[in-house]
């Protein structure tokens, strides 16, 4: 299917504020640094707010592996984790897309898509929708920080229409 798409996402770069609303952008930029081990460590501290104590929950800290996705792509459904908040870590400088919805019921029509600059992570909060790992270019690994426990952490709800994320608008994403 090539040319344009009726429901193409429009690509955001990955900002803090526009992120705001899904949860937290991580990254070394505006962190609080301090000095640690005698001044031969910097610690950036409290990047993200990790959420995972709802019903008796803990922390997980995982690797996920990525296979690359092509543009375009169809988003056909989104999911969410109503126990606890999910943060994504990449371990390469590779960018990657993020797609996202408020909590709460899904509302297609407040679907937003980001590209990270590479080493940025993000924490979506609990509850927020969000399309599963979207790797780029090549096989990409993600530390991942969420909730494990009893309880149902993971509800997945088809779109009434697939959304496309189109080489057009990534490339307008990175001028």
Not at 27 to 42: C, F, K, V, Y
Not at 164 to 172: F, I, N, P, V, Y
Request: proline content about 8%; charged content about 20%.
């Amino acid at each position: 299917m090539n040319g344009v798409r009726t429901n193409s996402l429009t690509i955001e770069p990955l900002m803090r504020a526009a992120f705001a609303p899904f949860g937290d952008v991580i990254e070394l930029e505006s962190a609080r640094q301090i000095p640690i081990n005698s001044g031969t460590t910097m610690r950036y501290h409290d990047l993200a707010r990790v959420d995972v104590g709802d019903g008796g929950g803990r922390p997980l800290v995982n690797v996920f592996r990525g296979q690359p996705r092509t543009l375009p792509f169809e988003v056909t459904m989104l999911e969410r984790h109503p126990l606890g908040s999910q943060a994504f870590l990449p371990m390469t400088d590779r960018p990657y897309l993020v797609v996202v919805a408020p909590a709460g019921p899904l509302a297609p029509d407040a679907v937003r898509a980001f590209v990270t600059r590479g080493w940025q992570g993000v924490n979506y909060a609990k509850g927020v929708w969000h399309h599963p790992l979207i790797a780029l270019d090549a096989i990409s690994d993600f530390i991942v920080i969420d909730r494990g426990g009893e309880g149902a952490n993971c509800d997945e709800q088809v779109l009434p229409e697939s959304l496309w994320l189109t080489q057009e608008a990534m490339a307008a994403a990175q001028r």
